[in-house]
Nanobody, 125 residues
Framework: QVQLVESGGGLVQAGDSLRLSCAAS????????MGWFRQAPEKEREFVVG????????DYSDSVKGRFTITRDNAKNTVYLQMTSLKPEDTAVYYC??????????????????WGQGTQVTVSS
């Protein structure tokens, strides 16, 4: 089992950058593929990006491709989401998630077993 804690959210203006962090504790962090999801009010939770256990494979949603970058540091048990050129439509609660199939990236939130509490990102126009 793994515990996840996100941080780094906040209120920014359109065009700004923000970096989210997700710190993991518990079972060996490199045992998990990691994902970032987001959920805006009255919308379903949507996949943003995922990364395999080694960081060698990533998968981005079309809506963030070219603007967001996911990385992980297994020595620090942390996954990062660097967000640039933020838009008002990026406003949401961002969640990190872990799945214990380390080499695959799933895009459905139902495939992830472990979740953080979320961090709010608000982008003003």
């Amino acid at each position: 089992q793994v515990q996840l804690v996100e941080s780094g959210g906040g209120l920014v203006q359109a065009g700004d950058s923000l970096r989210l962090s997700c710190a993991a504790s518990g079972r060996t962090f490199s045992s998990y593929a990691m994902g970032w999801f987001r959920q805006a009010p009255e919308k379903e939770r949507e996949f943003v990006v995922g990364i395999s256990w080694s960081g060698g494979t990533t998968d981005y949603s079309d809506s963030v491709k070219g603007r967001f970058t996911i990385t992980r540091d297994n020595a620090k048990n942390t996954v990062y989401l660097q967000m640039t050129s933020l838009k008002p439509e990026d406003t949401a609660v961002y969640y990190c998630a872990a799945d214990d199939v380390p080499y695959r990236i799933f895009i459905s939130y139902t495939d992830y077993k472990y979740w953080g509490q979320g961090t709010q990102v608000t982008v003003s126009s």
